[in-house]
């Protein structure tokens, strides 16, 4: 039987709402590059997918294909709140989720006296859309990211991360690039580490323990997003390729894997490729923490567990 498991990490805008979009603003001029850390992989031949029972076939998982990369520079992170404050305070770019003016956020986050609207999603009722809710309200009203500057930016939409990128001079990874890079070197390993989730009680990623939804045990240390450089990094010294927030790559979303490459902000509901997973994953109902896993968004969907890394050509 086909696996098709949803996904429990992400909700997309997509007859959500009948929320009018302000037109957007263009202020994409281009700033300096970001000084962290970046690796050079020299690319090459590598087996991008999986053919493992337990992928989800209706994702485009399998089957496993050969595939060749070009040499590029990658973040060993996502991009932090401290780096998107700075392309804002430079550009005085508006995210989507700001022009919306609500974003999606799990429920556990909200407050039982929140000032603010909300609406749950039925198909997914954890979800919730949060007024005012955005990249640096991430719980929506009267939240703050002020002692999470080295985690995460979240509650940006594609179209959000390509801005970015524009400003920095960088781009968003290919999806091959992406899971060449996650894989770290292994090939056809379940983890940026290998085949175990966990070994000698170790975690090596930031995702859901417990019972989802209901109950979160933390015990990797989170239940919430993690900082950028938690965990211990893969073999080619990028951190958290798995779990922590769901990363857009440049690609449209086909199931054949062979989606167009476009880096402008595109109109409509186009789905673009998201990988990693995210602190929300878990096995029994989403399982997409896997290296070879993959889903996707629409373009100006956000939520609170949807991040991004840059790369770079080589």
């Known amino acids: 039987m086909e696996n098709s498991k949803p996904s ?40 991008m997918g999986t053919n493992d029972e337990e992928g989800f076939q209706a994702d485009g998982e399998g089957p496993v294909k ?10 060993i992170h996502t991009v932090t709140n401290q780096q998107f404050k700075e392309f804002i305070d430079d550009t005085g770019y508006k995210t989507e989720a700001e022009h919306y003016g609500w974003s999606f956020v799990f429920y556990q986050f909200i407050s039982k006296d929140y ?24 719980e929506g009203l009267g939240s703050t990211i002020r002692d999470r500057m080295d985690h995460p930016v979240i509650h940006v939409s594609w179209t959000d991360a390509v801005a ?6 960088k781009r968003l990874p290919t999806e091959k690039e992406w899971e060449y890079a996650a894989r770290g070197g292994l090939e056809q390993k379940k983890f940026p580490w290998g085949d175990e989730l966990t070994t000698d009680q170790t975690h090596y990623c930031n ?7 209901y109950n979160n045990t933390r015990e990797d240390g989170f239940i919430g997003t993690a900082p ?42 186009i789905s673009k490729v998201m990988r990693g997973g995210s602190y929300l994953c878990h096995e029994s109902y989403c399982n997409r923490y896997r290296v070879a896993a993959r889903s996707s968004n629409t ?16």
């Open 115 to 138: 000032p603010g609207k909300l609406q749950q999603v039925q198909q997914t009722p954890w979800w919730l859309a949060a007024e005012q809710a955005s990249w640096h309200q991430p």
């Open 228 to 269: 950028v450089n938690a965990f211990q990094p893969n073999a080619y010294g990028l951190y958290n390729t798995s779990g922590n927030v769901w990363e857009w790559c440049a690609d449209t979303f086909e199931t054949d894997r062979n989606g167009k490459i476009d880096q402008d902000p595109v109109d409509g509901n």
């Open 299 to 314: 373009v100006e969907s956000s939520s609170g567990n949807i991040g991004f890394r840059c790369v770079t050509d080589g």
């Open 207 to 213: 995702i859901w323990q417990g019972e989802f939804p």
């Open 164 to 169: 970015y990128c524009k400003w920095a001079g």
């Open 8 to 47: 429990c990490c992400h909700v997309s805008r997509t007859n959500f709402t009948s929320i009018n979009k302000e037109e957007k603003e263009q202020v994409l001029r281009k700033g300096k590059a970001n000084t962290d850390q970046t690796v050079y992989l020299e690319g090459g031949e590598y087996l």
């Open 66 to 75: 050969r595939v060749t990369v070009s040499p590029f520079y990658i973040d």
